[in-house]
């Protein structure tokens, strides 16, 4: 199970930064081939990479991803060649995925050797999810809201954007795959990226990306539940439990079978987040 809560993203042409951003407390570095590096320097954005990967032992390996281009553009066919040669992550981020065909067919470069994220930026992905999120190569869905906002001609807010997070996060459970929402690009605003984690993560979300260090620990924060949550949770449990299996009745709220998985969810979050710090 890919899980994780943060996932930062690096240019792909600064690779002096891709050491700070291995010693954040970011769960993922994933290190951009596509947006954050111009064309001009996507060629030496390759060759910085591909030297990077070769000089990174397992442990560093798996807690890299790299973003490549689109598996139709001439930029994405490169990307791919280049990492054919050499050391892979354990995962790669598929730019633009917007059909059931694009990572099959990036995979086939790569000899099958990689798991992937795909990431959805345009209408046809959001309306090609459920064939894409069938791929048993993949391992989380990424919404790219920016992207996905310019093409639709929507404002990059929180209410246009609701109806696909929230039918990215449907799909997606559908077939057991947790979900990264789009990063907060006001860098300095703290509390407000804050705010909106914690409404990804009501909404479902599991993680949500970061362009820089600091987004890190208020993404954690958002994403952990608070004690009296926690303590409320194992409360409903063991009343559920005395009644075996019973509806139970805890603080004046009926505890039933989902709000009983809900609460074990909740727990089970708590401890795989400790076991990530």
């Given amino acids: 199970m890919f899980d994780v809560r943060s996932l930062l993203f690096v240019p792909g042409n600064r690779p002096e930064r891709f050491e700070k951003a291995l010693a954040s407390s970011a769960d993922v570095v994933c290190i951009d081939l596509e947006d954050?590096?111009?064309?001009?320097?996507?060629?030496?954005?390759?060759?910085?990479?591909?030297?990077?990967?070769?000089?990174?032992?397992?442990a560093r390996l798996a807690r890299l991803c790299i973003r490549i281009n689109a598996v139709a553009t001439e930029a994405g066919r490169n990307d791919l060649?280049?990492?054919?040669?050499?050391?892979?992550?354990?995962?790669?981020?598929?730019?633009?995925?917007?059909?059931?065909?694009?990572?099959?067919?990036?995979?086939?470069?790569?000899?099958?050797?990689v798991r992937w994220i795909a990431l959805i930026e345009s209408a046809?992905?959001?309306l090609s999810l459920d064939a894409i999120c069938q791929d048993p190569n993949l391992d989380a869905v990424m919404f790219g809201g920016a992207d996905f906002a310019?093409?639709?001609?929507?404002?990059?807010?929180?209410?246009?954007?609701?109806?696909?997070?929230s039918q990215i996060v449907v799909t997606a459970a559908l077939h057991g795959?947790?979900?990264?929402?789009?990063?907060?690009?006001?860098?300095q605003d703290a509390e407000g990226l804050e705010q909106e984690t914690r409404r990804v993560s009501a909404?479902?979300?599991?993680?949500?990306?970061?362009?820089?260090?600091?987004?890190v620990a208020p993404i954690h924060r958002a994403f952990a539940p608070s004690e009296e949550?926690?303590?409320?949770?194992?409360?409903?449990?063991?009343?559920?439990?005395?009644?075996?299996?019973?509806?139970?009745?805890?603080?004046?709220?009926?505890?039933?079978?989902?709000?009983?998985?809900?609460?074990?969810?909740?727990?089970?979050?708590?401890?795989?987040?400790k076991e990530l710090v």
């Fill in 36 to 58: 954050a590096v111009p064309a001009a320097n996507k060629a030496d954005a390759r060759t910085a990479v591909c030297a990077f990967l070769a000089s990174c032992d397992a």
């Fill in 81 to 113: 060649a280049a990492l054919s040669q050499g050391t892979l992550p354990a995962r790669l981020m598929l730019a633009k995925t917007e059909s059931q065909n694009d990572i099959p067919q990036a995979n086939r470069v790569l000899g099958g050797k």
């Fill in 124 to 126: 046809s992905g959001l």
């Fill in 150 to 165: 310019a093409q639709i001609g929507a404002e990059f807010s929180w209410e246009p954007l609701l109806w696909a997070r």
């Fill in 177 to 187: 795959l947790p979900v990264i929402d789009v990063p907060y690009l006001s860098v």
């Fill in 203 to 215: 909404l479902g979300f599991s993680a949500k990306a970061a362009i820089h260090p600091a987004q």
């Fill in 229 to 273: 949550a926690l303590a409320t949770a194992r409360k409903m449990l063991d009343a559920f439990e005395q009644a075996n299996g019973g509806a139970v009745v805890v603080d004046g709220r009926m505890v039933d079978q989902p709000i009983v998985d809900s609460a074990r969810r909740l727990i089970a979050r708590s401890d795989a987040d």
